[in-house]
Nanobody, 125 residues
Framework: QLQLVESGGGLVQPGGSLRLSCAASGFTLVYYDIGWFRQAPGKEREGLSCISNSDGTTYYADSVKGRFTMSRDNALNTVYLQMNSLKVEDTAVYYC??????????????????WGQGTQVTVSS
């Protein structure tokens, strides 16, 4: 059974950093496109970054470009999201998701079939 488990969320002050992990079981991450998403209360789910299955290229939404970095450890079957210079508006539940590769890359949540349960990130002083 395909499963994704996020971890690493928590409370951090503005300007701080967190690293989120997304561990996969039941499938091999490298064969899928993997994305990171977040959803704040009362807002739609937002795509943040994704990594291509084919060559590991990463893509980022403008809202996090230059602050967040996505990476993949094939040996551990895990992807990460390093988040730096965190802002209060980054507060949300963060999710990872997988999709069977399609044409091109996408940050649209609707294109991802398999989701983790999410991890809460709170940025507050």
């Amino acid at each position: 059974q395909l499963q994704l488990v996020e971890s690493g969320g928590g409370l951090v002050q503005p300007g701080g950093s967190l690293r989120l992990s997304c561990a996969a079981s039941g499938f091999t991450l490298v064969y899928y496109d993997i994305g990171w998403f977040r959803q704040a209360p009362g807002k739609e789910r937002e795509g943040l970054s994704c990594i291509s299955n084919s060559d590991g290229t990463t893509y980022y939404a403008d809202s996090v470009k230059g602050r967040f970095t996505m990476s993949r450890d094939n040996a551990l079957n895990t992807v990460y999201l390093q988040m730096n210079s965190l802002k209060v508006e980054d507060t949300a539940v963060y999710y990872c998701a997988a999709r069977w590769p399609g044409a091109g890359w996408t940050l649209s949540p609707r294109q991802y079939e398999n989701w983790g349960q999410g991890t809460q990130v709170t940025v507050s002083s």
